[in-house]
């Protein structure tokens, strides 16, 4: 089993028009209190215990925010946005590692996870040769495991899933700068990321016509990538916190998991 490098990405800071804005006051969602921890110090313990993760990089905070982790970490600041701090993860992982194959991404705002769902993901990503690995995770696991979530689904024809916040990306993918260039230009506007994809393949996803095969092949080669999809048995791995009451269940299922047992 190889290991590797992970990036989380903390880069969020909500505005006034975020669900989350109470109760971040403009700070980072990164570190938000949960259980007596902030949200991202979850997700490092879980990294730091994790038995094939290396090197742990936060992209979107600083060092001074007192976060923690068992494995080396080091931080970078934030970058502007989303795909800029994943790039930016990228460009770290390679002159930190230049022979690594692939990176482990990660959000920040995931804290139910465990190092035994990471190793688990690991472990199914050496299956998987590809550009991009995607976590998703089945209607049914999600809402068994947290019936009050109220996440979005996408139905094709034979799964309705979630995305899940634990990726993989090759290493070399960082040179395609055409690729990059398409996705931050798509990044805050709708028409332009559904001519990423093509309107005849949102029209399938949309009417659920489309395997997950069928999708994963077609979105491939329509970004010219080799995309692959991985379903998650842990509806933790898809459990990002978005809204108030995502907030709320985190809080609890990790309060009753910090109280001792008498």
């Known amino acids: ?59 979107g905070l600083n ?33 930190h590692n230049p022979d690594a194959a692939h990176v482990l991404f990660a959000s920040s705002d995931i804290p139910t996870i465990t190092s035994k769902m990471i190793d688990w993901r690991m472990q199914e990503s050496q299956k998987r040769e590809a550009d991009i690995n995607f ?33 993989f990306i090759r290493v070399a993918l960082i040179e395609e700068d055409e690729i990059w260039a398409r996705l931050i ?11 990423l994809l093509g309107f005849d393949l949102l029209l399938l996803l949309l009417l659920g016509r489309m395997t997950l095969k069928d999708a994963e ?11 692959q999809v991985c379903i998650s048995p842990y509806a933790e791995l898809a459990m990002d916190v978005d809204k108030p009451h995502q907030l709320e269940i985190v809080r609890q299922e990790l309060t009753n998991k910090s109280a001792p047992t008498t």
């Open 135 to 167: 976590t998703v995770v089945e209607r049914q696991t999600m809402e068994t495991r947290f019936p009050d979530a109220n996440r979005s689904y996408v139905r094709l024809k034979d799964y309705e899933l979630c995305g899940g916040d634990l990726h």
């Open 185 to 195: 230009a798509a990044r805050k506007n709708a028409l332009k990321q559904a001519a």
């Open 217 to 227: 092949r077609r979105v491939s080669k329509r970004l010219g990538v080799k995309g």
């Open 1 to 59: 089993m190889m290991t590797m490098d992970a990036v989380i990405l903390a880069g969020s800071i909500p505005s006034q028009e975020d669900p989350l804005y109470l109760y971040t006051q403009g700070q980072a969602k990164a570190m938000i209190e949960v259980a007596g921890k902030p949200m991202a110090q979850w997700v490092l313990d879980a990294l730091g215990s994790a038995n094939d993760i290396d090197y742990v990089l936060v992209v």
């Open 63 to 95: 060092p001074d925010c007192d976060l923690t982790c068992d494995k080396p970490l080091h931080f970078l600041a934030d970058q502007g946005d989303l795909l800029h701090n994943a790039k930016a993860g990228l460009e770290h992982a390679r002159a």
